[in-house]
Structures are given as structure tokens and as C-alpha cells.
């Protein structure tokens, strides 16, 4: 399959891309925005729940250890965890090297349907995290 594009940005610095599939609910893929992964710098670990863990939306799901600073993951939805992306067991520095792409984190059934609520455009995220620099970002138009 290939990588879906970044639907929404979280204040807790996760992005969501909603995966293609059909019935009432949706199932997202969640990780790390670029902004996240080059404050933390090098990731060298990361403790991520199993298939069938459930997350709260903003509250702590896991972590991720780099070579500076050990961070909590704070979940930008609420649902069940259906995959974990098990290339990142050997190589955790996906997440600095494609955070929006390869170095996804976790697929979650949502509780709801539709939108994760609280979700930023590209540019609103843009704006929330201005001033603070974000090396290789993509530049979305604003939404």
C-alpha cells in the first residue's frame, strides 16, 4: 500500500492520513510530524502499544527515545490499534529520515466516524508551531 498523505496535524506534533477502505468507521495512520522528529533529534527507540491496545485522544500512548531526550506520545485520536509499523523495530531512525511516510507509527480503527476532531490543516499547524525552525517541512498551501 502505498503511504497516504498527511490529512491533519495534532497540537501534541502527530499527524493522521485517513487509509482507503469502505463501511462506517476509519482507520488512520498516525506518526510524527517533521517538526516533532527534528526537535527530538535522532531516534534510537520507541515503545509503541500492540494491535488491539486502545487509545485516548490526548492522553500518553507511548514513547520515543533519541539520543537527547526521552518524549511521551500523546495520542491525537481515540480508537483500537490495528498495526504497528514493525520496519521501525530495526530501524527507528525512519522516523527522522520519512516521518510522514515510512516512518509512520500506528494504524487505529477510530471510535467515531468521521474526522479526528481538533485536527490543523497544514498551514494552521504551520502557524501554531511558527518561530521554531522545521527542517525539510513540506509547504502546503494554507487550508
Known amino acids: 500500500m502505498s503511504a497516504p498523505e498527511p490529512h491533519g496535524w495534532s497540537l501534541e506534533h502527530h499527524w493522521v492520513a485517513r487509509l482507503p477502505g469502505e463501511g462506517s468507521g476509519a482507520r488512520w495512520r498516525?506518526?510524527?510530524?517533521?517538526?516533532?522528529q527534528a526537535h527530538l533529534g535522532e531516534v534510537v527507540a520507541l515503545t509503541l502499544p500492540a494491535p488491539g491496545a486502545r487509545l485516548v485522544a490526548g492522553r500518553a500512548y507511548g514513547e520515543a527515545e533519541s539520543?537527547?531526550?526521552?518524549?511521551d506520545l500523546f495520542a491525537p485520536l481515540s480508537g483500537t490499534v490495528t498495526a504497528r509499523n514493525t520496519a521501525l523495530t530495526g530501524s527507528?531512525?525512519?522516523v527522522n529520515a520519512d516521518p510522514e511516510r515510512e516512518g509512520w507509527l500506528l494504524e487505529v480503527d477510530a471510535?467515531?466516524?468521521?474526522?479526528?476532531?481538533?485536527?490543523?490543516?497544514a498551514g494552521g499547524y504551520r502557524?501554531?508551531?511558527?518561530?521554531?525552525e522545521e527542517p525539510g517541512a513540506r509547504r502546503a498551501d494554507d487550508d
Open 67 to 71: 539520543t537527547i531526550t526521552v518524549a
Open 111 to 121: 471510535e467515531t466516524a468521521g474526522e479526528p476532531p481538533g485536527l490543523l490543516s
Open 127 to 132: 502557524r501554531a508551531t511558527q518561530g521554531s
Open 30 to 36: 498516525i506518526g510524527l510530524s517533521s517538526f516533532a
Open 92 to 94: 527507528p531512525e525512519l
